[in-house]
C-alpha cells in the first residue's frame, strides 16, 4: 500500500519537474513570489515581537518558532497537492468522474494527485530554518520524544487543515453548482493565524480551536510544545485529538457524499482547472 | 462467447428540482421545494458478448450516456443489477477499471500543460502497466491512430481531432478488453471522424476489443457495421443488425418546399407535416415515394421556389419505431 502510493507520488514528482522545467521563467516567478508572500507574512508579528521583546507570554523567538511551525504546515499542504484546496470545483464541475475511471482507491488518487513537491520547498526550507533557529534560544530540550511530538503535532495540523477542506467541500456533492467554490472559501477562512492568540476572548479561542480550527495549525501545538505559561500537561494532544475527530468527521459526511454521487452521478461538466 | 456486457432490468432516476420564474413562486419554491423524477433507463436488459461492437445510439436524453457512466462504474443503478467482465463495476471498481477504457468525447485524460507523451508515462505510472504491455500497446496506438506528429506538443495546441486521437490512443493503452466510447465522434470535422472510426472498427476486427460506442449521429454508426441498440426515453426500442432496420424503417425523409402559396399542395406519397408562410414541410419514405416522383409531383401542383430534402432526424425516426412497436 504505501510502496504504491510513494509511487504514484513519484509520478506527480516527475510532472512537477517537468513543468519547472519546460516552464522555467514562470517556475522562476511562482517560486519568488511565493517566497515574498510567506516571508512578508511572518515579517510584521516578527518585528512587533523584537520591538516590544515579546507578544502575551510569546518571547520573540517562540513567535519565530509559531510562525515557522505554520510555514511547515502550509508548505507541506501545498506540496502534498491540491485536492482539498479544489475538492469542490472538482465534485461540483463533474470532475471526479476522471479519478473514478482510474485503477486506484479513491482515497489514494485524491491523496496523490497534484502532488507537488519542487514548487514548495524554497518556503518549506525557510520554515525549517527558522524553527531550527528558533529553538536554540528558547532553551527546548530537544530529545527524541520531543521531535516525535514534532512530527505528530505537523502531521495532525495537516489532517486537522484536510479534514477542515474535506468536510466543507463535501457540500458540493448536494449543492453542486452552490458550492462550486466553497473549498475556496473554507480556505480563506482556516488560514494560519500569524499572531498568538492567548490576548483574544475565551470564547473566540474556543472557536477558533473548533469551529474554525486556524488555532490548531500553528498556535496552539507551538504553545503546547513549548510548554510556555497557562500551557497544561495534555495540550500537546489537543491538536492530534483534534484531527482524529475531525478527520473522522470528513471522512464519514465524504463517504456519504461520494454515495450520493454514486446515485446522481454529475449532470454538470466543466473541465476548467482540470489538469492544467 | 463470453458475455463482455450484461445489464439486467436495469432502472435509473434522476430527481429534478423545479423553480419558478416569478418572485412569488421562488418563495413558495424556497418554503416547499417541488422535485419531479426524470427517468433515464426503464428496465434494460442488453447482454454484449466478449469482441462484439455495439452502437448504441438515441436521442438526446435517451439514455445513452447514463448507461456508459453505469458500466464505467460511475454510477450505480436504482434497481437491476449491471455486470461487466464479471464483477459489479461500482462494487470491484478499483480492479475493474484497470481492465476497461473509458473515452468521453467532451472530455479529455490529458494533462493539459504537459506534452502528450507525459501524460502516457502518467498512465503507465497509475494503470500500474507492465513494461512488456505498455510498450506493445503503446506501439499499436500510436500507428493505429497517427498520433506521432503531435505527440511531443503539449495537449493544449492539440486540435480537436488531435485531441480525440491522443484520447483513443491512452484509452488503448494496457490493451483494455472493453472501450466505452461516448460520442467520439462528436465536433470532429468528416476527414478526422472517418479516420477514429477506421480506428474503431480496426480495433475491434484484429484485437477483438469489446467495444461501445454511443452516438446520436447514425451515419457514423452505420459505418461500424455494427450491432446497434436504439434508446428511447430510456427504453431499448430496438437491437439488430443496421440491414434489419433499414428494412423496418425505410428511408425516412423530409421535403421541405417553398412556394409561392400559403397553401400546401397535397403530394401523393407524402404526408403534410407543417407549414410556415409560404414554407411548406412533408415526410415520406425514399423507397416507397422516389425523391424525383415527388419533386416532379411538387412541380405540377405548385409554383416551385425552393427546394430541400433532409434525412429524417434520430429522434423522429426512434420515436416513429417506438410508436410503430407500441401500436402493433
Known amino acids: 500500500m504505501a510502496a504504491e502510493t510513494l509511487?504514484?507520488?513519484?509520478?506527480?514528482?516527475?510532472?512537477?519537474?517537468?513543468?519547472?522545467?519546460?516552464?522555467?521563467?514562470?517556475?522562476?516567478?511562482?517560486?519568488?513570489?511565493?517566497?515574498?508572500?510567506?516571508?512578508?507574512?511572518?515579517?510584521?508579528?516578527?518585528?512587533?515581537?523584537?520591538?516590544?521583546?515579546?507578544?502575551?507570554?510569546?518571547?520573540?523567538?517562540?513567535?519565530?518558532?509559531?510562525?515557522?511551525?505554520?510555514?511547515?504546515?502550509?508548505?507541506?499542504?501545498?506540496?502534498?497537492?491540491?485536492?482539498?484546496?479544489?475538492?469542490?470545483?472538482?465534485?461540483?464541475?463533474?470532475?471526479?468522474?476522471?479519478?473514478?475511471?482510474?485503477?486506484?482507491?479513491?482515497?489514494?488518487?485524491?491523496?496523490?494527485?497534484?502532488?507537488?513537491?519542487?514548487?514548495?520547498?524554497?518556503?518549506?526550507t525557510i520554515g525549517i530554518a527558522l524553527l531550527v533557529w528558533s529553538i536554540g534560544p528558547l532553551r527546548v530540550p530537544v530529545t527524541m520524544g520531543w521531535l516525535g511530538l514534532l512530527g505528530v503535532s505537523l502531521l495532525a495540523s495537516i489532517v486537522v487543515q484536510t479534514a477542515f477542506l474535506y468536510a466543507w467541500g463535501c457540500l458540493a456533492f448536494w449543492a453542486p453548482r452552490g458550492a462550486e467554490e466553497v473549498s475556496t472559501a473554507a480556505s480563506g477562512l482556516i488560514g494560519e493565524v500569524s499572531f498568538p492568540l492567548d490576548p483574544v476572548p475565551r470564547a473566540l479561542q474556543v472557536v477558533l480551536v473548533s469551529a474554525v480550527p486556524s488555532g490548531l495549525l500553528s498556535w496552539l501545538p507551538s504553545r503546547a510544545l513549548l510548554r510556555l505559561p497557562g500551557t497544561g500537561p495534555m495540550d500537546v494532544w489537543l491538536t492530534p485529538l483534534a484531527a482524529v475527530v475531525l478527520g473522522a468527521l470528513a471522512v464519514a459526511v465524504f463517504r456519504l457524499g461520494l454515495r450520493r454521487y454514486r446515485r446522481t452521478g454529475s449532470r454538470r461538466y466543466s473541465d476548467h482547472g482540470h489538469r492544467r | 462467447m463470453a458475455t463482455a456486457v450484461e445489464l439486467r432490468g436495469v432502472h435509473k432516476s434522476f430527481d429534478r428540482r423545479l423553480r419558478s420564474a416569478t418572485f412569488a413562486g421562488l418563495l413558495r419554491d424556497l418554503a416547499r421545494p417541488r422535485h419531479e423524477t426524470v427517468t433515464a433507463l426503464c428496465g434494460i436488459d442488453l447482454a454484449v458478448e466478449a469482441g462484439e461492437m455495439v452502437a448504441y445510439a438515441g436521442a438526446n436524453g435517451a439514455g445513452k450516456s447514463t448507461t456508459i457512466k453505469l458500466l464505467a462504474g460511475l454510477l450505480a443503478p436504482d434497481a437491476g443489477s449491471v455486470r461487466a467482465l464479471g464483477v459489479d463495476?461500482?462494487?470491484?471498481?478499483?480492479?475493474?477499471?484497470?481492465?476497461?477504457?473509458?473515452?468521453?468525447?467532451?472530455?479529455?485524460?490529458?494533462?493539459?500543460?504537459?506534452?502528450?507523451?507525459?501524460?502516457?508515462?502518467?498512465?503507465?505510472?497509475?494503470?500500474?502497466?507492465?513494461?512488456?504491455?505498455?510498450?506493445?500497446?503503446?506501439?499499436?496506438?500510436?500507428?493505429?491512430?497517427?498520433?506521432?506528429?503531435?505527440?511531443?506538443?503539449?495537449?493544449?495546441?492539440?486540435?480537436?481531432?488531435?485531441?480525440?486521437?491522443?484520447?483513443?490512443?491512452?484509452?488503448?493503452?494496457?490493451?483494455?478488453?472493453?472501450?466505452?466510447?461516448?460520442?467520439?465522434?462528436?465536433?470532429?470535422?468528416?476527414?478526422?471522424?472517418?479516420?477514429?472510426?477506421?480506428?474503431?472498427?480496426?480495433?475491434?476486427?484484429?484485437?477483438?476489443?469489446?467495444?461501445?460506442?454511443?452516438?446520436?449521429?447514425?451515419?457514423?454508426?452505420?459505418?461500424?457495421?455494427?450491432?446497434?441498440?436504439?434508446?428511447?426515453?430510456?427504453?431499448?426500442?430496438?437491437?439488430?443488425?443496421?440491414?434489419?432496420l433499414r428494412r423496418r424503417l425505410g428511408d425516412r425523409r423530409r421535403l421541405v418546399i417553398e412556394t409561392d402559396s400559403a397553401a400546401a399542395p397535397a403530394l401523393p406519397g407524402a404526408r403534410w407535416a407543417a407549414s410556415e408562410g409560404t414554407r411548406h414541410e412533408y415526410a415520406f419514405d425514399a423507397i416507397v415515394t422516389p425523391i424525383p416522383r415527388l419533386l416532379a409531383a411538387a412541380a405540377a401542383r405548385a409554383r416551385l421556389v425552393d427546394v430541400e430534402t433532409q434525412r429524417a432526424p434520430i429522434e423522429e425516426v426512434i420515436a416513429d419505431l417506438y410508436r410503430d412497436w407500441r401500436d402493433a
Open chain 1, 7 to 124: 509511487r504514484l507520488l513519484g509520478a506527480g514528482a516527475r510532472m512537477n519537474v517537468a513543468r519547472i522545467l519546460r516552464t522555467r521563467g514562470q517556475a522562476i516567478a511562482h517560486t519568488v513570489t511565493d517566497f515574498i508572500w510567506h516571508s512578508g507574512g511572518m515579517l510584521a508579528p516578527i518585528l512587533v515581537a523584537v520591538r516590544f521583546g515579546h507578544i502575551g507570554p510569546w518571547p520573540a523567538e517562540a513567535i519565530v518558532f509559531m510562525l515557522a511551525y505554520g510555514t511547515i504546515v502550509s508548505s507541506l499542504m501545498d506540496a502534498l497537492g491540491d485536492s482539498p484546496f479544489s475538492l469542490s470545483r472538482r465534485i461540483g464541475r463533474g470532475q471526479l468522474d476522471h479519478f473514478l475511471v482510474q485503477p486506484q482507491p479513491l482515497w489514494r488518487t485524491l491523496f496523490t494527485d497534484g502532488f507537488t513537491p519542487f514548487d514548495f520547498w524554497p518556503t518549506l
Open chain 2, 89 to 244: 463495476p461500482v462494487r470491484d471498481r478499483v480492479r475493474y477499471v484497470g481492465r476497461i477504457g473509458v473515452v468521453f468525447g467532451q472530455r479529455t485524460e490529458l494533462w493539459w500543460d504537459h506534452p502528450v507523451s507525459a501524460t502516457f508515462a502518467w498512465r503507465r505510472t497509475v494503470w500500474n502497466i507492465p513494461d512488456d504491455v505498455y510498450r506493445r500497446s503503446l506501439a499499436f496506438a500510436r500507428e493505429l491512430l497517427g498520433i506521432d506528429p503531435f505527440w511531443s506538443a503539449p495537449a493544449r495546441e492539440l486540435s480537436l481531432g488531435q485531441r480525440m486521437r491522443a484520447d483513443l490512443a491512452l484509452a488503448l493503452v494496457g490493451e483494455p478488453r472493453i472501450l466505452f466510447l461516448d460520442e467520439p465522434t462528436i465536433g470532429l470535422d468528416v476527414l478526422v471522424k472517418q479516420e477514429v472510426l477506421d480506428a474503431i472498427r480496426t480495433l475491434n476486427r484484429e484485437r477483438a476489443v469489446t467495444v461501445m460506442i454511443t452516438s446520436h449521429d447514425m451515419p457514423d454508426l452505420e459505418q461500424l457495421r455494427a450491432r446497434i441498440v436504439l434508446l428511447n426515453r430510456g427504453a431499448i426500442a430496438y437491437d439488430g443488425s443496421f440491414e434489419e
